[in-house]
């Protein structure tokens, strides 16, 4: 049995990797509080509006452009140095918040700049990410050897999903135990802490050869004809962009709907997103050991099925409060069932759509398109769910059923052109890998954004030296 973190004796092959293993578990405890639900909480505890809550959600999917402009340091700075460079600033950027909680702690309350302050810190960190972002998953396949790479995302998925909601729970046990800023002030000083280790953790990874990246001319040239020219990536990719409008509002404003309507406490809403992380670990245990032999297919519909019957709950529980919180809880862990069901669907539908020649640029611009797209969803349902009187601290209840109409109705639009989507389940294509994608399949598919040409960095050069003597702190 394989400990958690690799060691000579436990694995001689990963064990080299270690360091990448570190950081998995570390930048998560970074990037589940300062992009998540405890950053809603925090911005609606400052007074957030809906807007400002969807705007600072959005910014990770929103600033994908940025990855896709990065790729071009690539060749000149290597991978090593531009995503130190990305992490160590974002990294600056989660002390603001930090500091917001002290100050509010120590001048007793929020001030009416601060949520201004917290709204602009998450864009530099999600812009400064979306830099070091560009290098990240390509540098990981490049150093890793074709013998280890199943080993380490695995590996990578479960050590990140350990930390992921071992950061619910303290998140959850600080906002129930201790005043709201100084669960804050915990929570964030945990972000900083994982910010840090997870950064030199990278330091100790090798750096390899400099890549060669798909020049942006090409990519302007390319894209339209991806885009539009009638193919099977064409219609799968549409349809990924309105699953991505549909869902990717859901969670920000379900959190923050619990504490300005019918109050329910911070904690309370930590405990919801453990139990949604929980529908996504259900799904991924359960899924993968389906999908090669029954194709992706079935696992869409399964999980437009399942996005339908959550909006309906919504719609009921915004009428009447049906179900309470146990129907809350099960809401929850429903979203995040069909969010990591449609994700595991489309990393192995995705390269079934392309030839292998167009698929770095086809799988880039999926990834774009899908982000940016659905990142605009939650800024632009954030203008329409403000409440008429301008109240920062509310939310507008019949607007807010009518999203999850749209929700529902997409979802069964879909279903329908689902089920007419054709797939070749007998030919066997590598599924696309992601490290983090199952925990975080909200946000995983902005990884998808890398112009590198992977078949470049696996080509095995006679003369290269393993892994483990190329370790440097260059």
């Known amino acids: 049995m394989l400990s958690l973190f690799p060691t000579t004796k436990s694995d001689p092959e990963l064990a080299p990797f270690r ?3 570190t950081f998995s578990f570390f930048n998560a405890l970074a990037w589940q509080i300062g992009i998540g639900t405890p950053m ?11 807007f400002q809550v969807g705007l600072a959600y959005s910014f990770v999917f929103i600033l994908t452009p940025i990855q896709i402009v990065s790729t071009v340091l690539l060749p000149r700075y290597g991978f090593k140095a531009v995503m130190l460079g990305g992490w160590r600033t974002r990294s600056f950027f989660l002390s603001v918040p930090f500091l917001l909680a002290f100050v509010a702690l120590t001048m007793n309350g929020e001030q009416p700049w601060m949520v201004h302050a917290l709204v602009g810190s998450v864009f530099c960190f999600c812009l400064f990410r979306s830099i070091g972002a560009a290098s990240g998953i390509s540098w990981f396949y490049a150093i890793l050897p074709a013998s280890v790479r199943g080993r380490y995302f695995a590996s990578d998925q479960f050590i990140s999903a350990l930390a992921g909601v071992g950061t619910l729970l303290t998140c959850a046990l600080s906002f129930a135990l201790l005043p709201v800023y100084v669960a804050l002030l ?5 972000a900083l802490v ?10 100790k990874l090798p750096d390899p050869d400099r890549p060669v990246a798909i020049s942006l001319g090409t990519v302007l040239r390319d894209t339209p004809r991806h885009l539009f020219r009638r193919s ?19 969670p920000p404003f379900v ?3 619990l504490k300005v309507g019918p109050g329910f406490s911070a904690g309370q809403i930590m ?9 996504v670990m259900t799904a991924a245990w359960l899924i993968r050991r389906h999908i090669d032999l029954r194709g992706a297919k079935p696992f869409f519909l399964l999980a437009l099925g399942v996005q339908a019957g959550v909006a309906i709950y919504w719609w009921l529980f915004l009428g009447n409060g049906f179900g309470g919180a146990p129907g809350i809880s099960a809401a929850y862990f429903f979203v995040g069932l069909a969010a990591a069901t449609w994700g595991i669907a489309g990393l192995n539908f995705l390269p079934k759509t392309m030839n292998a020649e167009d698929r770095t640029l086809a799988v880039s611009i999926h990834g774009a398109v899908t982000s940016f797209i659905g990142g605009l969803s939650p800024i632009v349902w954030g203008l329409f769910l403000k409440t008429g009187d301008g109240a920062s601290r509310a939310i507008d209840i019949p607007v807010f059923r009518w999203f999850f109409v749209s929700v529902f109705a997409g979802a069964i639009a879909l279903l329908f052109l689902m089920s007419r989507l054709v797939e070749d389940t007998k030919t066997p294509v590598t599924p696309v890998l992601i490290g983090n994608a199952i925990l975080r399949p909200f946000r ?6 890398n112009l590198i040409d992977l078949r470049h960095l696996n080509r095995a050069k006679p003369d290269e030296p393993k892994p483990s003597d190329q370790q440097s702190d260059r």
């Open 232 to 250: 099977p990536f064409r219609h799968y990719v549409w349809l990924a962009v309105v699953y991505a409008v549909i869902s990717t509002p859901i």
């Open 444 to 449: 995983a598919v902005t990884d998808l954004v």
């Open 186 to 190: 915990l929570q964030y000083f945990i």
């Open 271 to 279: 405990l919801f997103e453990v139990l949604r992380y929980s529908g």
């Open 40 to 50: 809603v909480l925090f911005a609606e505890q400052l007074g957030a509006s809906p």
């Open 19 to 21: 360091p990448a293993l």
């Open 194 to 203: 994982g910010s840090t280790i997870s950064y030199y953790s990278l330091k």
């Open 255 to 257: 959190a923050y709907f």
